[in-house]
């Protein structure tokens, strides 16, 4: 069974402040991803990584920083974070013999205040 | 661009009745591959379906679709919706090209007794 995890499940940051969001995954899979989802909004892409030490930006990259220092490992960084940044955001995997099916991570909830 | 539309943001109906959830996409690639996702209330969202086969009806837990290349579609289908079908469905397309999903904006599909 595919296994993505991410850390934290939930979070509450001030605006302005630094936050990081981090994804485990143990597929042994190439590609990474971040999404976010807003009611109404649907997911959207933020970015994405082929291969460790890669990123590539998505459709919605402003105020998103990403991190890909190994295989397994894929962060998403809000430097500064806003209002606007307040969303459930999900971490999903693919690659191998499933191609193109992605597998994704329970979700972070972040609030910020 | 590359892209998916689901018409109806919201589809109530009552439990027994067909379900149909209609998607279409855009793309200049001969050999899209066309999913299917389902995403349950506080959860992430799963694979419910996939076809790359042209004219080709494919099923999983009751849900079927066929993709038809000629009209550009992949609608989902179920011939007698439960309760336990309420659910966000997003139809998504993927190129074959570097494992980059474009999902549509969802269907949120509400079925009452």
């Known amino acids: 069974e595919a296994a993505v995890t991410q850390s934290p499940r939930s979070k509450v940051a001030v605006t302005g402040g630094k936050v990081t969001l981090s994804c485990h995954q143990t597929n042994n899979h190439d590609y990474m991803y971040w999404y976010r989802q807003d009611t109404g909004h649907g997911l959207r892409l933020i970015h994405y990584s082929y291969v460790a030490d890669s990123t590539e930006k998505g459709d919605i990259p402003d105020g998103y920083k990403a991190s890909r220092p190994s295989q397994e490992n894929f962060s998403l960084i809000l430097e500064l974070a806003s209002l606007s940044q307040t969303a459930v955001y999900f971490c999903a995997s693919s690659g191998g013999e499933n191609y193109a099916e992605q597998f994704f991570g329970p979700g972070t909830r972040l609030t910020v205040l | 661009g590359d892209s998916v539309t689901q018409t109806e943001g919201l589809v109530t109906l009552t439990e027994g009745l067909p379900v149909m959830l209609n998607c279409t996409y855009q793309?200049?690639?001969?050999?899209?591959?066309l999913f299917w996702y389902v995403q349950h209330l506080n959860e992430s969202p799963r694979l419910l379906l996939k076809?790359?086969?042209?004219?080709k009806r494919t099923e999983h837990q009751g849900f079927h679709a066929t993709l038809h290349k000629s009209s550009s579609s992949f609608h989902l289908q179920k011939s007698s919706a439960q309760l336990s079908d309420s659910a966000l469905y997003y139809c998504a397309l993927s190129l074959n090209s570097n494992n980059r999903i474009f999902f549509g904006d969802g269907t949120q599909l509400v079925v009452k007794p």
């Open positions: 076809s790359f086969t042209d004219n």
């Open positions: 793309t200049i690639y001969s050999n899209p591959f």
